[in-house]
């Protein structure tokens, strides 16, 4: 694990898990996602608990996350997205210091890296509140009751495909992926399902 203990292999994988961490946030699917950003952001911890750092610049990277929480959750509004990617631009490049107290990071990396991290989270971040934007808004309540398709495993968490659209499921029960469910309630932009029974099916 001595290679962790460079702080450009740190700043990688630091940069990498908060990059999949905010994917996940943006686009919830089958769990890969959200394990690699784990696996990525654990192993950067051991690189932050072996080598100096700055800890302002942690901060900023850890409160970085808020905009982007408010940008999907809540106000969907562009400049949010502007300011996390920021955040995590600034914090990252920072965060790790050499014992002079100088940028542990080689430049020319940080620079790549970020510009990469900036540009993926701006595409990721813009295709995801363009299709928030055509979600319909008239009548909420008008998806209750149809029938789709399970894309992912679903249980806490996963996609389903009902009304010529994919949404964010969960359910109360374990539903395989390609079973058909059934809506039985919607919050916000999730919805929740049911698996549809044997029984159903063959009655059509």
């Known amino acids: 694990m001595n290679f962790l203990t460079d702080p450009n292999i740190a700043f990688v994988l630091l940069v990498s898990g908060f990059v999949l961490a905010i994917l996940a946030l943006f686009a919830p699917g089958t769990g890969l996602v959200e394990l690699g950003a784990l696996f990525a952001l654990a192993l950067a911890a051991y690189s932050l608990a072996s080598l100096p750092i700055n800890v302002w610049a942690l901060v900023i990277l850890i409160l970085g996350v808020i905009p982007f929480v408010l940008a999907m959750r809540k106000t969907r509004h562009w400049v949010f997205l502007l300011i996390g990617i920021a955040a995590l ?106 698996p549809v029974s044997p029984e159903e099916l063959a009655a059509g």
């Open 89 to 194: 631009v600034v914090g990252s490049i920072f965060v790790f210091r050499n014992p002079e107290g100088g940028l542990a990071v080689n430049p020319l990396l940080a620079g790549i890296v970020s510009l990469a991290a900036a540009a993926f989270l701006w595409l990721i971040g813009r295709k995801s509140l363009e299709a928030i934007g055509l979600k319909p808004v008239g009548n909420r309540e008008a998806i209750i009751g149809k029938r789709g398709e399970a894309r992912t495993d679903i249980y806490l968490e996963g996609t389903v495909y009902v009304g010529g659209e994919e949404w964010s499921a969960r359910s109360r029960t374990r539903i395989p992926i390609g079973s058909l469910v059934r809506v039985v309630s919607r919050d916000g932009l999730i919805l929740d399902v049911e």
